[in-house]
């Protein structure tokens, strides 16, 4: 899948924001407004319906361009749309050596993060993947170029030769998707009341623990 992506200007205002906004929507991708001091949809703004389908066009223009003029941009996960995000400020750089990622649409994030955009044929919910590495898929949301980072204020931008013009979606690696099933049943087994030994429960809320256990079968 290859989706149109305009190039990032280097300080973008409300105008140029909402230009995007509408370029992202028309490529396929569903958009929300976020708030330029956090990582969070307006206050009251329902986004979770945005998970189902997406907004017409004329309710991006008057968020961006009316009620929300600062708001940044979001990228709801729905329909495959997944991502690996590293984190280099709890180890994700060093956590996801040895663990290949293919070419696909790369943000390197306003905080020094790397996000790598993916697709899955699979409906998943977000899980810690590995220790500084999260992996969002339905629930979640991106933060998408040219935003700013709401604490450094620097902006997202797409890695060099890797936005959405340059590359298309490549699909989860099986890795990836191998440890995001295994948390799925597990977590599973939690809402059906399962009891499960320590060790495993632990994956449950320290996705690094599980990951040694899965190491040991590689």
């Known amino acids: 899948m290859t989706l149109h992506c305009p190039a990032t200007p280097p300080r973008p205002g409300p105008t140029a924001l909402l230009d995007h906004a509408r ?3 028309r490529s396929g991708l569903t958009v929300i407004p976020v708030r330029p001091d956090a990582k969070r949809p ?15 066009e004329a309710a991006i223009i008057h968020w961006f361009g009316t009620l929300y003029p600062d708001a940044q941009i979001g990228i709801v ?3 495959g749309l997944v991502c690996i995000d590293v ?3 709890n180890g994700g750089h060093e956590s996801i050596e040895g663990f290949p990622i293919p070419r696909t649409p790369t943000v390197d994030s306003g905080g020094g993060g790397k996000h790598y955009w993916l697709s899955a044929s699979l409906p998943l919910g977000s899980h810690k993947l590995l220790t500084g590495v999260d992996f969002l898929a339905q629930g979640s949301y991106l933060i998408a170029p040219p935003s700013r980072h709401c ?10 030769g890797l936005s959405l013009t340059d590359v298309p979606i ?6 990836a998707l191998e440890r995001v099933l295994v948390l799925e049943s597990l977590r599973d087994l939690a809402q059906d009341a399962i009891p ?12 690094p623990i599980c990951i040694k256990a899965l190491e040991a079968g590689r």
């Open 196 to 207: 499960l030994p320590a060790e495993i429960a632990a994956c449950l809320t320290d996705a």
């Open 23 to 25: 370029d992202y929507a």
């Open 42 to 56: 307006p206050p009251k703004f329902r986004w979770k319906r945005y998970q189902e389908e997406a907004p017409h």
């Open 87 to 89: 984190d280099p400020r």
């Open 77 to 79: 996960c729905r329909e």
């Open 170 to 175: 490549a699909p989860l690696p099986d890795w």
């Open 151 to 160: 604490k450094t204020g620097k902006p997202y931008a797409w890695a060099p």
